[in-house]
């Protein structure tokens, strides 16, 4: 009795990869709160080939003025600290980042 094995379609198999990030975008560009209020941006990434994602909870948010509005570091949800700003809160992503300008008022709400 012989046996032979058979390798399927006999060609290579290949995984396909996600186009390479060209950009992010945040978004609002520009926001206004009260202290105690909050409020979301979202950042979306852009892709070589065109298409887009929403990418909100995979960048790093950072606030240049935590004392002012503080910034959750996954999440993109800003909460007023104290009256003050405009405060630039980055958002970053294998290497590229957008920014926001969020100023922050003693009352109010959202805007």
Same mark, same amino acid.
């Given at each position: 009795?012989?046996?032979? /094995?058979?390798?399927? =379609?006999?060609?290579? $198999? %290949?995984?396909? !990869?996600?186009?390479?990030?060209? @950009?992010?975008? #945040? *978004? ?19 892709? /070589?080939?065109?298409? =887009?994602?929403?990418? $909100? %909870?995979?960048? !790093?948010?950072?606030?240049?003025? @935590?004392?002012? #509005? *503080? ?19 980055? /958002? ?6 957008? $920014? ?12």
């Amino acid at each position: 009795m012989i046996l032979t /094995a058979c390798s399927g =379609s006999g060609g290579s $198999t %290949s995984t396909p !990869t996600k186009a390479q990030q060209s @950009s992010i975008s #945040v *978004s609002p560009s520009n926001v206004s709160i009260a202290v105690g209020y909050n409020a979301s941006l979202s950042a979306i990434a852009t892709y /070589a080939d065109g298409t =887009s994602a929403n990418v $909100t %909870s995979q960048v !790093t948010w950072t606030s240049a003025a @935590s004392g002012v #509005v *503080s910034v959750g570091v996954a999440t993109g949800l800003l909460t007023g600290v104290a009256a003050g700003g405009p405060v630039v809160v980055t /958002a970053t992503l294998n290497g590229s980042t957008s $920014t926001a300008n969020v100023s922050v008022s003693a009352t109010g709400g959202v805007s």
